[in-house]
């Protein structure tokens, strides 16, 4: 008990700083947790691609973070020991290590949202399954039946890393709505979250399965902020089915977008990387076949959406670091988000969703 | 500068300049720079490229644009955005910076046929070949913010644009990583754009045709199958060719494809993706994986 308040107070006494680090982890290969039944997705390229393609061009401002792939990432990379109070969580060195700017986690997930109650309107869905709770959404079907779809409800997301990984204390499921894991809290921001003062990310990438749901983003993400400004996250939108899937050039989409112009806006950046995967990279919307005429693909199975996120303690600023806060920003802290009583979003989506909107 | 108080004063310079509205698309003086891709688009024995100028483009630089090479790209960068070339594999992509106001500009109109016409008349006009158009696909850019106790069933987001993204295909034949993407805000500025649409090797078409012709009738399409392994064969499939994409100066390779997407049900409850195979039911590695490149890199040490 001693040993980890004296580890983590001095954790937290660590001048720390966003910087120009940019780190990555991913996994590819998944087993059971003696290493077998395993299974794979390409997640590492497409962590890698963007890794890579902030780093290794003559003049560019980034530097390398950290980079772990496959058993050499820990559920307890992502997590604050400072919300925790346990030793073995260590995001402090890991994904949310002082000095680094960006980090980018390409992980399975787990679509636990969903039902398949039929609904025409949100106000029907009121029968939370076990682990799910709360008022429910109805999610439209999506195009062209966008008149009714099923219930989602509120349940924690997940990022999942291989169940043999060395340094598990999770199980490998790191639970990013619960509070624990926060990113990007620095001298700037105080310890408004009640991270400490010791991270570093402003902006963050997160590809997993089913990474949020309309009707929830502020339960599900909001808690991941402790200073970060963005977050560029997958949301699938339609409930049976659709889904992230793999897209290496997701990775490269986003980087290209810093060699372009370092004074871009990151979270347009991440919204507009979709146009660069091949509109073949996932099943069409929303049936999951190949013909494509009511949209899909993009990285995403189905109808869905990438999604930039962010909070803090007003909304001009949520909206400001939303729209602009540029490449050259996210490696230094004077735009670090103050606190999450407001939020702002942009989508773009791999279908119509104005025409067919998520919620019924 | 104090952190908030710096973004008070951004803001505040973004609203100020939206209200004062935007300048010219393309100054007519920016010259396309020295190391101008011309001649990429003809590079190879198959299908005609197109490159996608900045002299063709009608993105909104802002006044008196200047060119400079940076991070590899050639580039056309104004007060209002950077418009880049790649000059290896002739993508070229244009961005607006974070702080021009017509990021925050709605659509050119909210008819969206309407605007993927407008969209195609564009690209017709700077050149891009007609008879390679495959499917016009268009993304839907949407806008929201609220407290924390708004979702986004209380709030009503905002259609905040659309992206047309025309793709390729070759003899009916479809050529995923070939588009030519634009956004056009309502003042008629093209405020997004990214091209990449390579000359082609006569090989990987003929490969693509020939595996077309493979599957056309039910027992070639058995015959082709039953190469695949086991758990794709209920999988849904298409002939495509795939090709390395806008940002790979490695080497560009191209080759017929037959596109399985699998489900993640097959992957033992893991996400789906796309796998490719040739003729043979050989699994080929798409260029988009870096796969040699990333072979060399290793994991950080822990402590």
């Known amino acids: 008990m001693k040993d980890w308040v004296v580890l983590t107070a ?3 006494a660590l001048p720390a700083a966003a910087g120009t680090g940019v780190s990555a982890e991913a996994v590819d290969v998944y087993c059971n947790s003696s290493g077998t039944g395993c299974s794979s997705i390409i997640c590492i390229d497409e962590a890698d691609n963007y890794r890579d393609g902030l780093l290794y061009w003559p003049g560019t401002i980034f530097t390398p973070g950290v980079r772990y792939t496959n058993k050499s990432v820990y559920d307890t990379d992502f997590v604050d020991p400072q919300k925790t109070g346990h030793a073995y969580d260590n995001d402090t060195y890991n994904f949310d290590k002082a000095g680094n700017g960006t980090a980018y986690v390409c992980l399975h997930g787990t679509c636990n949202d969903t039902t398949t109650q039929f609904c025409t309107a949100s106000a029907q869905c009121t029968n939370p ?14 195009p062209p039946f966008g008149w009714w779809g099923w219930c989602a409800y509120d349940a924690d997301r997940y990022l999942i890393t291989t169940a043999d990984a060395y340094g598990n204390h999770y199980g490998g499921w790191i639970n990013y709505s619960n509070g624990n894991v926060r990113w990007g809290e620095s001298p700037s921001t105080g310890n408004w979250a009640g991270a400490g003062t010791n991270g570093g990310i402003n902006f963050g990438l997160l590809s997993n399965s089913c990474g949020t749901r309309p009707g929830f983003w502020y339960s599900q993400l909001a808690p991941l902020f402790s200073g970060m400004t963005v977050l560029g996250i997958i949301m699938p939108v339609t409930p049976q ?4 899937v793999d897209a290496p050039a997701r990775g490269t989409a986003l980087a290209n977008a810093y060699k372009v112009n370092p004074n871009g806006s990151v979270g347009f950046a991440w919204a507009d990387s979709i146009a660069g995967i091949p509109q073949n990279d996932g099943r069409d919307c929303p049936g999951q076949g190949t013909s494509y005429s009511n949209g899909g693909g993009f990285g995403i199975t189905g109808c869905g959406a990438q999604m930039t996120y962010s909070v803090d303690s007003t909304s001009g600023y ?6 602009t806060e540029t490449w050259q920003q996210i490696t230094g802290d004077s735009y670090d988000s103050m606190g999450n009583n407001y939020w702002a979003a942009r989508w773009h989506c791999n279908y119509d969703c104005n025409a067919f909107p998520f919620t019924l | 500068m104090n952190t908030n108080l710096h973004k008070v004063w951004l803001i505040a310079v973004a609203a100020g300049a939206l209200a004062a509205g935007c300048g010219p698309v393309v100054e007519p003086g920016a010259e396309a720079p020295a190391s101008s891709t011309a001649g990429l688009a003809a590079l190879r024995d198959g299908p005609r490229g197109y490159v996608h100028a900045a002299s063709a483009s009608r993105f909104l630089l802002g006044p008196g644009a200047q060119s400079k090479r940076e991070f590899g790209l050639d580039k056309v960068v104004g007060p209002e955005g950077v418009f880049a070339t790649n000059p290896v594999t002739g993508a070229s992509r244009a961005i607006l910076n974070a702080t021009s106001p017509a990021l925050l500009k709605g659509p050119f109109t909210t008819d969206k046929a309407a605007y993927e016409a407008h969209v195609m008349e564009y690209f017709k006009t700077t050149g891009l070949p007609q008879d390679q158009i495959g499917l016009v696909r268009t993304l839907t850019m949407m806008e929201a913010a ?6 986004v069933r209380d709030v009503k987001p905002r259609l905040a644009g659309y992206t047309t993204v025309i793709t390729r295909a070759i003899d009916g034949i479809p050529v995923p990583d070939s588009f030519a993407a634009a956004r056009i805000d309502e003042d008629d500025e093209v405020v997004m754009e990214w091209v990449y649409w390579p000359s082609l090797p006569k090989r990987a078409v003929d490969e693509a045709q020939r595996l077309r012709a493979s599957v056309a009738d039910e027992a070639g399409r058995k015959a082709m199958v039953d ?6 064969r209920a999988a849904p499939s298409e002939v495509t060719i795939r090709h390395s994409d806008f940002d790979d100066e490695s080497g560009f390779r191209a080759f017929g494809s037959l596109d399985v997407h699998e489900d993640a049900a097959s992957r033992g409850g893991l996400r789906g993706g796309t796998r490719h195979f040739d003729g043979f039911g050989k699994e080929m590695i798409h260029p988009n994986r870096r796969a040699e490149a990333h072979a060399a890199l290793r994991d950080t040490p822990r402590r």
Do not use: H
């Open chain 1, 129 to 142: 399954p076990a682990g799910m709770s709360g008022q429910g959404s109805c999610i439209s079907a999506g």
């Open chain 1, 10 to 12: 001095a954790l937290a």
């Open chain 2, 146 to 151: 609220g407290d924390a106790a708004q979702t």
């Open chain 2, 227 to 232: 190469r695949l392994p086991a758990e794709l």
């Open chain 1, 318 to 323: 949520a909206i400001w670091n939303r729209d």
């Open chain 1, 241 to 244: 089915g659709a889904d992230d």
